[in-house]
C-alpha cells in the first residue's frame, strides 16, 4: 500500500544552520506531495507542494522537489531560525482518493 | 482566505457527556475531513464529506457521529467517550477530493474525565 516515510527526529540545529529532513514514498501512480508544519498547540499549516515529476514547491524559504526517480520529496531551507521549531509532516494525496498518507512527523529545535 | 476555523478551542467533558465539535470554512470548498491527531503522532483520518455526503468512514466508534448540515460547516457530536478519546481534533477542507490540498483549522483539544 502507500506510504510515506520520514527521518527520525527530533532534529536539533543551531540557527542559520542548513535544514534538511528525508522524506521518501511508495505510490502507484503519481501522488500529490505535501509538507506541513505544527506549531506547537496549534493545528497544520501548509508549507509547500508538488503534483508532478520534477516539480518544486517553496515557501518562506523552505523548498523541495519531487523526484520520482528516488521517489523523495526531502525538505530543505538554507538557513533555519528559531521560529521554524515545530513539527513537519511529509504527505501525500494519491490520485483520485481523499486520503492523506501522513509520515510519522519530524520535530525541529532551533538553538539561538 | 484559507481558514478554516473551530470550536471549541478546548473542551473537557465526562464520559456520560453529550458535547459537539463545530468547524466552518468560506472558501467553497466541497470536501471537508475529520482527525484526529494523538500527542507525537500524524492525525488519522475520521470522516469525509463530499458534497455534503459521508463518503469514508474509517471505522470510527459510533460514539462520535459526524454530521454536515450545508457546504460551509461540519459537526462532530460525541456521546459516552472514553479517556482514550482525549486528542486534538482537527477539521480540514480541500476544494475537491483527490490530490487536493487540504486546509486545516487549528484544532480542539479534547479531554475526557
Known amino acids: 500500500g502507500d506510504s510515506v516515510t520520514q527521518m527520525e527526529g527530533p532534529v536539533t540545529l543551531s540557527e542559520e544552520a542548513f535544514l534538511t529532513i528525508n522524506c521518501t514514498y511508495t505510490?502507484?501512480?503519481?501522488?500529490?506531495l505535501f509538507w506541513y508544519v505544527q506549531y506547537p498547540g496549534e493545528g497544520l499549516q501548509l508549507l509547500l507542494k508538488?503534483?508532478?515529476?520534477?516539480d518544486k514547491g517553496s515557501n518562506k524559504g523552505f523548498e523541495a522537489t519531487y523526484r520520482k526517480e528516488t521517489t523523495s520529496f526531502h525538505l530543505e531551507k538554507g538557513s533555519v531560525q528559531v521560529s521554524d521549531s515545530a513539527v513537519y509532516f511529509c504527505?501525500?494525496?494519491?490520485?483520485?482518493?481523499?486520503?492523506?498518507?501522513f509520515g510519522t512527523g519530524t520535530r525541529l529545535k532551533v538553538l539561538a | 482566505d484559507t481558514e478554516v476555523t473551530q470550536t471549541p478551542k478546548h473542551l473537557v467533558m465526562g464520559m456520560t457527556n453529550k458535547k459537539s465539535l463545530k468547524c466552518e470554512q468560506h472558501?467553497?470548498?466541497?470536501?471537508m475531513y475529520w482527525y484526529k491527531q494523538k500527542a507525537k503522532k500524524p492525525p488519522e483520518l475520521m470522516f469525509v464529506?463530499?458534497?455534503?455526503?459521508?463518503?469514508i468512514n474509517e471505522s470510527v466508534p459510533s460514539r462520535f457521529s459526524p454530521e454536515c448540515p450545508n457546504s460551509s460547516l461540519l459537526n462532530l457530536h460525541l456521546h459516552a467517550l472514553q479517556p482514550e478519546d482525549s486528542a486534538l481534533y482537527l477539521c480540514?477542507?480541500?476544494?475537491?477530493?483527490?490530490?487536493?490540498?487540504?486546509?486545516f483549522g487549528p484544532g480542539t483539544r479534547l479531554l475526557v474525565l
Open positions: 480540514a477542507s480541500s476544494r475537491l477530493a483527490g490530490g487536493e490540498t487540504q486546509y
Open positions: 505510490a502507484t501512480g503519481y501522488p500529490s
Open positions: 508538488a503534483t508532478k515529476a520534477d
Open positions: 504527505a501525500l494525496s494519491p490520485m483520485g482518493t481523499y486520503k492523506y498518507i
Open positions: 472558501m467553497g470548498h466541497r470536501a
Open positions: 464529506y463530499s458534497y455534503e455526503k459521508l463518503s
